[in-house]
């Protein structure tokens, strides 16, 4: 019945029914013949939203830009919508190129190819090589950038262009478009610019950059590797712990890389790897970080055998070669790594350290190691003695202090005899009071090993004796017990085997102590019925085991308040510190005017023989009677018997030591001791070396000390290293067990006792 636009509208029966009808067939011929208007005019009468698309962009391609944008805002598309814009703001600019707008279209709509084409053509390369660079499409670029390469076009990819975000329909992995893009900047020039212009280098910078946008961190490695971006790529190989490609990457640089090398031994040695690390030290000819990478991985093999041949470096490895021995509880290196260090400082704080924990861990036995040891090296210390390879350091190093030793001399001149004696007395005495306490600990050890463990292989005599000499000398007012020592333990050893021994009267006396004591309540109970006991026995002592003095012949109580010395005379007892038992030994002095080397010179002569011995001996012969085959053997008994006792009591009457052993008159006594026994060099000379024991501190400028043996029935070995003398019985024993001294623990050889 009648039609509008592209409305028909039809009457069936009563009902009137609108029909549309597209008009997209006549909008297609004017689209056909260019008539955008016309085509627009009948769009605009009614077609479906794909017609209008297909009106926009054929517009768009004709630059009919108006009639784009109309049709564009009937589809609602923006992004067109964004383009037009651009475009008709460029379109003002003079001189601008009616072709790019083409292309710029032929790329929006993902017609990549024409797009390039039409750069290229109209020499806008770069706006091509920006187009994959926005797609990612890295071989594509590559090739164009290759082409006008060869062509000769002179141009520069901007470093920091943006890179938008733009949908492409697939551009290359990542990992071949990353190795050819290497081989491509392998063929650049030095610079990293190809000979037209064109820096490959932004354009690999670029690729790189986006691999690692997309996580893919060894691909993006590579590219910045072949852009020469050395320590991006270092950084990325180390942060992902890909050693061994990163040490094939140090291995093609050259030694004058020294950042980049640095930065990659860096990463090397955070992550523990000490043969990479060690590779690109060497190839730098870093010493001193490679003295550094030794000590800190702990390589101490390597560390030492570079010290050799480079010895300069020696005091850089000592000191922690030295804690770390420590750290692993290897105290006896350490201490000799601390001494080469030129640090006795630190030794000497570990071996107080060692001591305190020893003490504070009941493993007194090793305290007494540690504080015999500490005492020790702080003799050296004080009086200058150095092992062998502090003297070597000390030599080359004698150039460098020339002027500092020269001063030292010339104070030392300057210090009067006196100083010098008082120097060296106080330096003894500190020794004398750390091997007291070494000593107190190495005794205190049998008690507290008798009292708190339950089996022991020590002998009762040796606790009772060690308890009786721990008692004695922590009795000194003057002088602390040393911390650890329990004088509860000592007494109540004391006491139990006392009294086992026969030691009545001392049982009693130190259960009386006892008793006044803060003990444990078990202890206690006990000590309260063993002194209600004791009572029931007699109060006296066995005398067999009551000390006697070998100076004076003095017996002495088993308790005392000398400090282990003789109550009569003063002279201090000399134990075996095997059993603790008295041994048979009288200290003496040189005369005056004789020094240690003469008188050691003396003592180790052969005796001569005595006139006597030699007379009396002739008087027994042994003769041959030629009569017959009868041989015969005559004693002279004319009187003239050698009597051994007469013998010995002739030679001792020539000796002044024993004269003087027998001087005990009262009278001679100086504050309540006897003077010191004064030995001359004939004296020395005639008397049997094994007889006589010195104590000797070699290089320390202490005196020597001089012993005698009165009984040689009673055989006596010293310890060469720590002076303390043993039965020797007891002594060859515990060497052959343990090869080691019982005091200090050093080792002794089978010649030395």
């Not at 052969?606 to 006597?612: G, I, L, S």
């Amino acid at each position: 019945v009648g039609f509008k636009g592209s409305k028909i509208f039809c009457l069936h029966y009563l009902a009137m029914q609108t029909i549309d009808v597209p008009q997209s067939a006549s909008m297609y011929r004017y689209l056909e013949q260019g008539d955008f208007e016309n085509a627009y005019n009948i769009a605009c009468l009614g077609v479906t939203e794909s017609d209008w698309r297909e009106l926009a962009k054929s517009a768009l391609g004709a630059l009919s830009l108006e009639i784009a944008r109309k049709a564009f805002i009937r589809v609602r598309d923006v992004r067109y919508i964004e383009l037009l814009n651009r475009i008709e703001i460029a379109r003002q600019a003079p001189g601008h190129d009616v072709n790019l707008f083409v292309a710029d279209i032929k790329a929006f709509e993902g017609h990549f190819e024409e797009a390039e084409r039409i750069y290229c053509k109209r020499g806008h390369s770069k706006k091509a090589i920006e187009m994959y660079l926005d797609l990612r499409d890295w071989e594509k670029a590559k090739e164009i950038v290759e082409r006008v390469n060869k062509q000769g076009e002179e141009m520069k990819i901007p470093a920091n262009d943006m890179i938008m975000p733009v949908k492409a329909n697939g551009a290359g992995p990542a990992a071949p478009a990353a190795a050819s893009a290497a081989s491509s900047a392998t063929a650049a020039s030095p610079g990293g610019a190809m000979k037209s212009g064109v820096n490959m280098v932004q354009l690999l910078k670029r690729q790189a950059k986006w691999l690692q946008e997309v996580n893919d961190m060894k691909a993006s490695a590579e590219m910045y590797w072949a852009a020469k971006e050395y320590t991006t790529a270092i950084d990325i190989m180390g942060q992902n712990s890909w050693l061994e490609d990163l040490i094939e990457k140090v291995r093609a640089l050259n030694k004058h890389h020294r950042a980049e090398l640095a930065q990659a031994a860096t990463y090397f040695r955070k992550c523990g790897h000490h043969r990479f690390a060690k590779e690109t030290y060497l190839k730098m000819e870093d010493i001193s970080s490679l003295m550094s990478l030794h000590v800190e991985l702990q390589k101490w093999d390597d560390a030492f055998e570079l010290v050799k041949q480079y010895p300069d470096f020696a005091n850089d490895i000592y000191e922690p070669y030295a804690q770390w021995l420590r750290e692993n509880d290897r105290f006896d290196e350490a201490q000799e790594a601390f001494k080469n260090a030129g640090r006795p400082d630190l030794s000497l704080q570990m071996l107080e350290q060692l001591t305190h924990n020893a003490v504070a861990e009941n493993r007194f036995r090793d305290a007494a190691h540690y504080m015999w040891r500490l005492a020790t090296e702080e003799l050296n210390m004080a009086t200058g003695v150095s092992s062998s390879k502090i003297k070597q350091q000390q030599q080359k190093q004698q150039q460098q202090q020339q002027q500092q030793n020269d001063q030292q001399q010339e104070e030392e001149e300057k210090l009067t005899v006196e100083a010098q004696r008082a120097k060296t007395y106080a330096t003894a005495r500190q020794y004398r009071i750390k091997v007291v306490m070494a000593e107190l600990y190495y005794a205190y050890s049998y008690v507290q090993q008798s009292t708190d463990e339950p089996f022991t292989d020590l002998q009762p005599e040796a606790i009772f004796n060690a308890a009786q000499y721990v008692v004695n000398l922590a009795g000194d007012s003057r002088r602390p017990i040393p911390y650890g020592i329990s004088q509860a333990y000592c007494l109540y050893a004391l006491a139990k085997q006392g009294y086992e021994h026969g030691a009545l009267k001392l049982a009693r006396q130190v259960y009386k102590k006892i008793l006044g004591l803060q003990i444990p309540r078990a202890w206690r109970e006990q000590a309260e019925l063993a002194s209600i006991t004791i009572r029931t026995k007699p109060y006296s002592d066995d005398q067999q085991l009551v000390p006697v003095c070998y100076r004076c012949s003095s017996s002495n109580p088993l308790l005392n308040d000398r400090l282990d010395s003789c109550i009569n005379c003063g002279h201090r007892f000399v134990r075996s510190f095997h059993g603790f038992e008295i041994l048979p030994l009288v200290r003496f002095e040189l005369a005056d005017g004789l020094t240690d080397e003469e008188a050691i010179r003396l003592i180790k002569a052969e005796p001569p023989m005595d006139e006597n011995l030699m007379n009396n001996g002739n008087s027994m012969s042994n003769s041959n009677n030629n009569d017959g085959d009868v041989q015969t053997l005559r004693l002279d008994d004319d009187g003239n018997d050698v009597d051994a006792g007469d013998e010995m009591a002739r030679k001792y009457a020539n000796d002044a030591f024993h004269q003087q052993l027998m001087q005990v008159d009262p009278s001679l006594f100086v504050d309540g001791r006897l003077p010191p026994i004064r030995v001359d060099g004939e004296s020395l000379r005639r008397t049997d070396s094994t007889e006589i024991f010195i104590r000797q501190w070699p290089g320390t400028g202490l005196p020597a000390e001089y012993y005698r043996s009165v009984f040689l029935d009673i055989p006596i070995t010293m310890c060469k290293v720590c002076c303390h003398f043993f039965d020797a019985d007891d002594y060859e024993f515990h060497v052959l067990k343990t090869g080691k001294c019982p005091f200090c623990d050093c080792a002794v050889e089978n010649d030395d006792y």
